[in-house]
């Protein structure tokens, strides 16, 4: 496989696969919404410049994103799903949702559906064209660059499927378990050095890149700092010079293991592994930006500070 797709799909869809299954379908009765209806018509403006307008919340939603299927079913719009992406169902519930590709995305199959919208995060193939030709709405939004972009995003998605209450919650929830790790880190003036390893050739998260915020906020010092990418791939000469004194890996689907870290040439010198501080975190935690993301957040807080996050 191609490093840089596997990059890609990594941080969008990676984890998804684990999901259990989610409750509903498009014949069911739809539950009430929480939503009033003065919060329509709801205008949105998208990636692209274009503005989309609701007149009401959408009752059969295709979404070609993982982290906008957690989203709408971590906030109770499970059953307003009528197809998601091949990557993630609903967490919650007792059926499975039929399932897409957004990859490779294919316009009939989506009509098949008869979707009232259809969520993308990126323009593959001019789907996004393709669909507003044919009438279908459509909602382009590329995924959140940042921890707080999640949480916006929450409040929107809760607001254009008409369970905005539930959202409300659901970030309230999140910004308090943040705000508990920023506090607890605020008198940090420099954290230790960090490698993130995303794939074996050693793809790693830039600063200014989603992944790369998680330790922008817990204060971390990134040895892929001042790389242009948002990923780039470092040089083990390079790693090693930088000298991480906490290793991270998101790569266990890559065969990588702290012991096989410790086995690379050179890689004894590493503060990291002469400490033995490399850690190992569930991928999607950190790659698929969603509700789960404070959980990933948690998880990286007592890798890089385990005496304040016992």
Request: hydrophobic letters at 40%; charged letters at 25%; proline letters at 7%.
């Amino acid at each position: 496989m191609a490093r840089k797709p596997f990059i890609i799909a990594a941080l969008a869809i990676l984890a998804a696969a684990a999901l259990a299954a989610c409750g509903g379908n498009g014949g069911e009765t739809r539950a009430p919404t929480s939503t009033p209806p003065s919060a329509f018509p709801l205008t949105i403006e998208q990636s692209d410049g274009q503005q989309l307008t609701l007149e009401q919340a959408p009752e059969r939603i295709v979404s070609l994103s993982t982290h906008a299927t957690e989203i709408l079913c971590a906030i109770g719009a499970g059953d307003q799903l009528a197809a998601v992406e091949r990557y993630a169902n609903c967490p919650l519930g007792s059926k499975e949702k039929p399932e897409l590709d957004s990859y490779k995305p294919n316009l009939e199959a989506i009509a098949g559906y008869q979707p009232d919208l259809v969520y993308v995060f990126s323009d593959t193939d001019g789907i996004v064209e393709a669909l507003r030709r044919t009438g279908t709405p459509v909602l382009y939004l590329e995924l959140p660059s940042s921890l707080d972009g999640v949480l916006e995003q929450i409040e929107l998605f809760g607001r254009l499927s008409g369970h905005e209450n539930e959202a409300r919650e659901l970030v309230q929830s999140m910004r308090e378990r943040m705000d508990a790790v920023r506090d607890k880190v605020a008198d940090v003036g420099e954290g230790p050095r960090i490698f993130h390893e995303l794939d074996p050739t050693y793809f790693t998260a830039a600063p200014n890149s989603f992944v790369g915020d998680f330790y922008n906020l817990l204060k971390a010092k990134n040895v892929a700092e001042g790389a242009t990418d948002e990923y780039p791939q470092l040089s083990a000469e390079v790693i090693i010079q930088r000298d991480p004194e906490v290793i991270i890996l998101a790569d266990e689907a890559g065969g990588v293991t702290a012991d096989s870290v410790k086995q690379r040439p050179g890689w004894d010198q590493i503060s990291a592994v002469k400490n033995n501080r490399i850690c190992v975190i569930v991928p999607e935690l950190v790659s698929v930006p969603g509700p789960r993301v404070v959980q990933g957040l948690e998880a990286l807080a007592r890798c890089l500070y385990p005496e304040r996050f016992p």
